[in-house]
Structures are given as C-alpha cells and as structure tokens.
C-alpha cells in the first residue's frame, strides 16, 4: 500500500521525483507526510488506486514542478492553497472525484493541464532529474 513505501522512502532526503505511474495495486491515500520530501519536484501517481482527499500538506510542497494523479479514485474539494503551488507546470487530476473550481489568481504559470499523454517523456525532457525512483509492481 502507499503509505507503507512512503514511509520508507520519507528517509531518502534528495529524492526529488517518484514516478509510481501505471500501477494498480497500489492502494490507499497519499500521506499528510509526503512533505516530509522537501526536494520533490515530480510526482507520478497515475493509473492506480488511490483514495481519500489530497492531503493539506501538498500545497505547502512549493519545489513541486508536476503532479499527475489522474485516473485515481481521489474525492474531495480543491483548496484554494493549490495556488501556493508556484513553481507548478504540469498538473493532472482527470478522472477522479475532485471537485472544486482551481484558484483564479493562482496556477497562471501552468504550462500543460490535464490532457498530456505524455507526462513522463515531458519531463524527461524537460528537466534531468538527479534523484528519482521508478517503481513497477505489476
């Protein structure tokens, strides 16, 4: 489950992207403590089985360059606090219980919402990425 390998990866203090795309199995919710990794700037947690409420905790994660959650089973209202999110490019979050208009002063630096097919080959060339993990459970 997610927060179980969250909790072991909380100790990898220059992790700054975790790609956990495509897999089904992982379950659960994203951890308040997913703050915890301060250089994050790339999290990929699409096409799993995600629940719950995006934590308050993420919208303090300032570094964060991408975030693609899409195709999840994440409810809730967006807080306004995703403004706080400023240095934020990429942003996916289709396909799942979210509800809530995004903040209209906040986010104009976005350059790609929603529909990119290809998050992680955007990245890649985008940006090199020093500390990252993959992981594949299928």
Do not use: W
Not at 17 to 45: A, H, M, V, W
Not at 87 to 108: T, V
């Amino acid at each position: 489950a997610l927060p179980i390998l969250f909790t072991e990866l909380f100790g990898l203090l220059e992790l700054d992207g975790i790609f956990l795309d495509g897999n089904l199995k992982i379950g659960g919710s994203i951890p308040e403590d997913i703050s915890k990794l301060t250089k994050l700037r790339f999290i990929g947690l699409d096409n799993n089985n995600l629940v719950g409420t995006l934590p308050q905790s993420l919208y303090s994660m300032t570094e964060l360059r991408a975030v693609d959650i899409n195709n999840n089973q994440l409810a809730g209202n967006l807080s306004d606090a995703i403004g706080n999110l400023v240095n934020l490019e990429l942003l996916r979050m289709e396909n799942n219980l979210l509800s809530g208009p995004l903040p209209s002063d906040g986010l104009l630096q976005l350059e790609r919402l929603g529909t990119n097919p290809d998050v992680l080959a955007y990245l890649f060339m985008v940006y090199t990425i020093s500390h990252f993990i993959v992981v594949c459970l299928g």
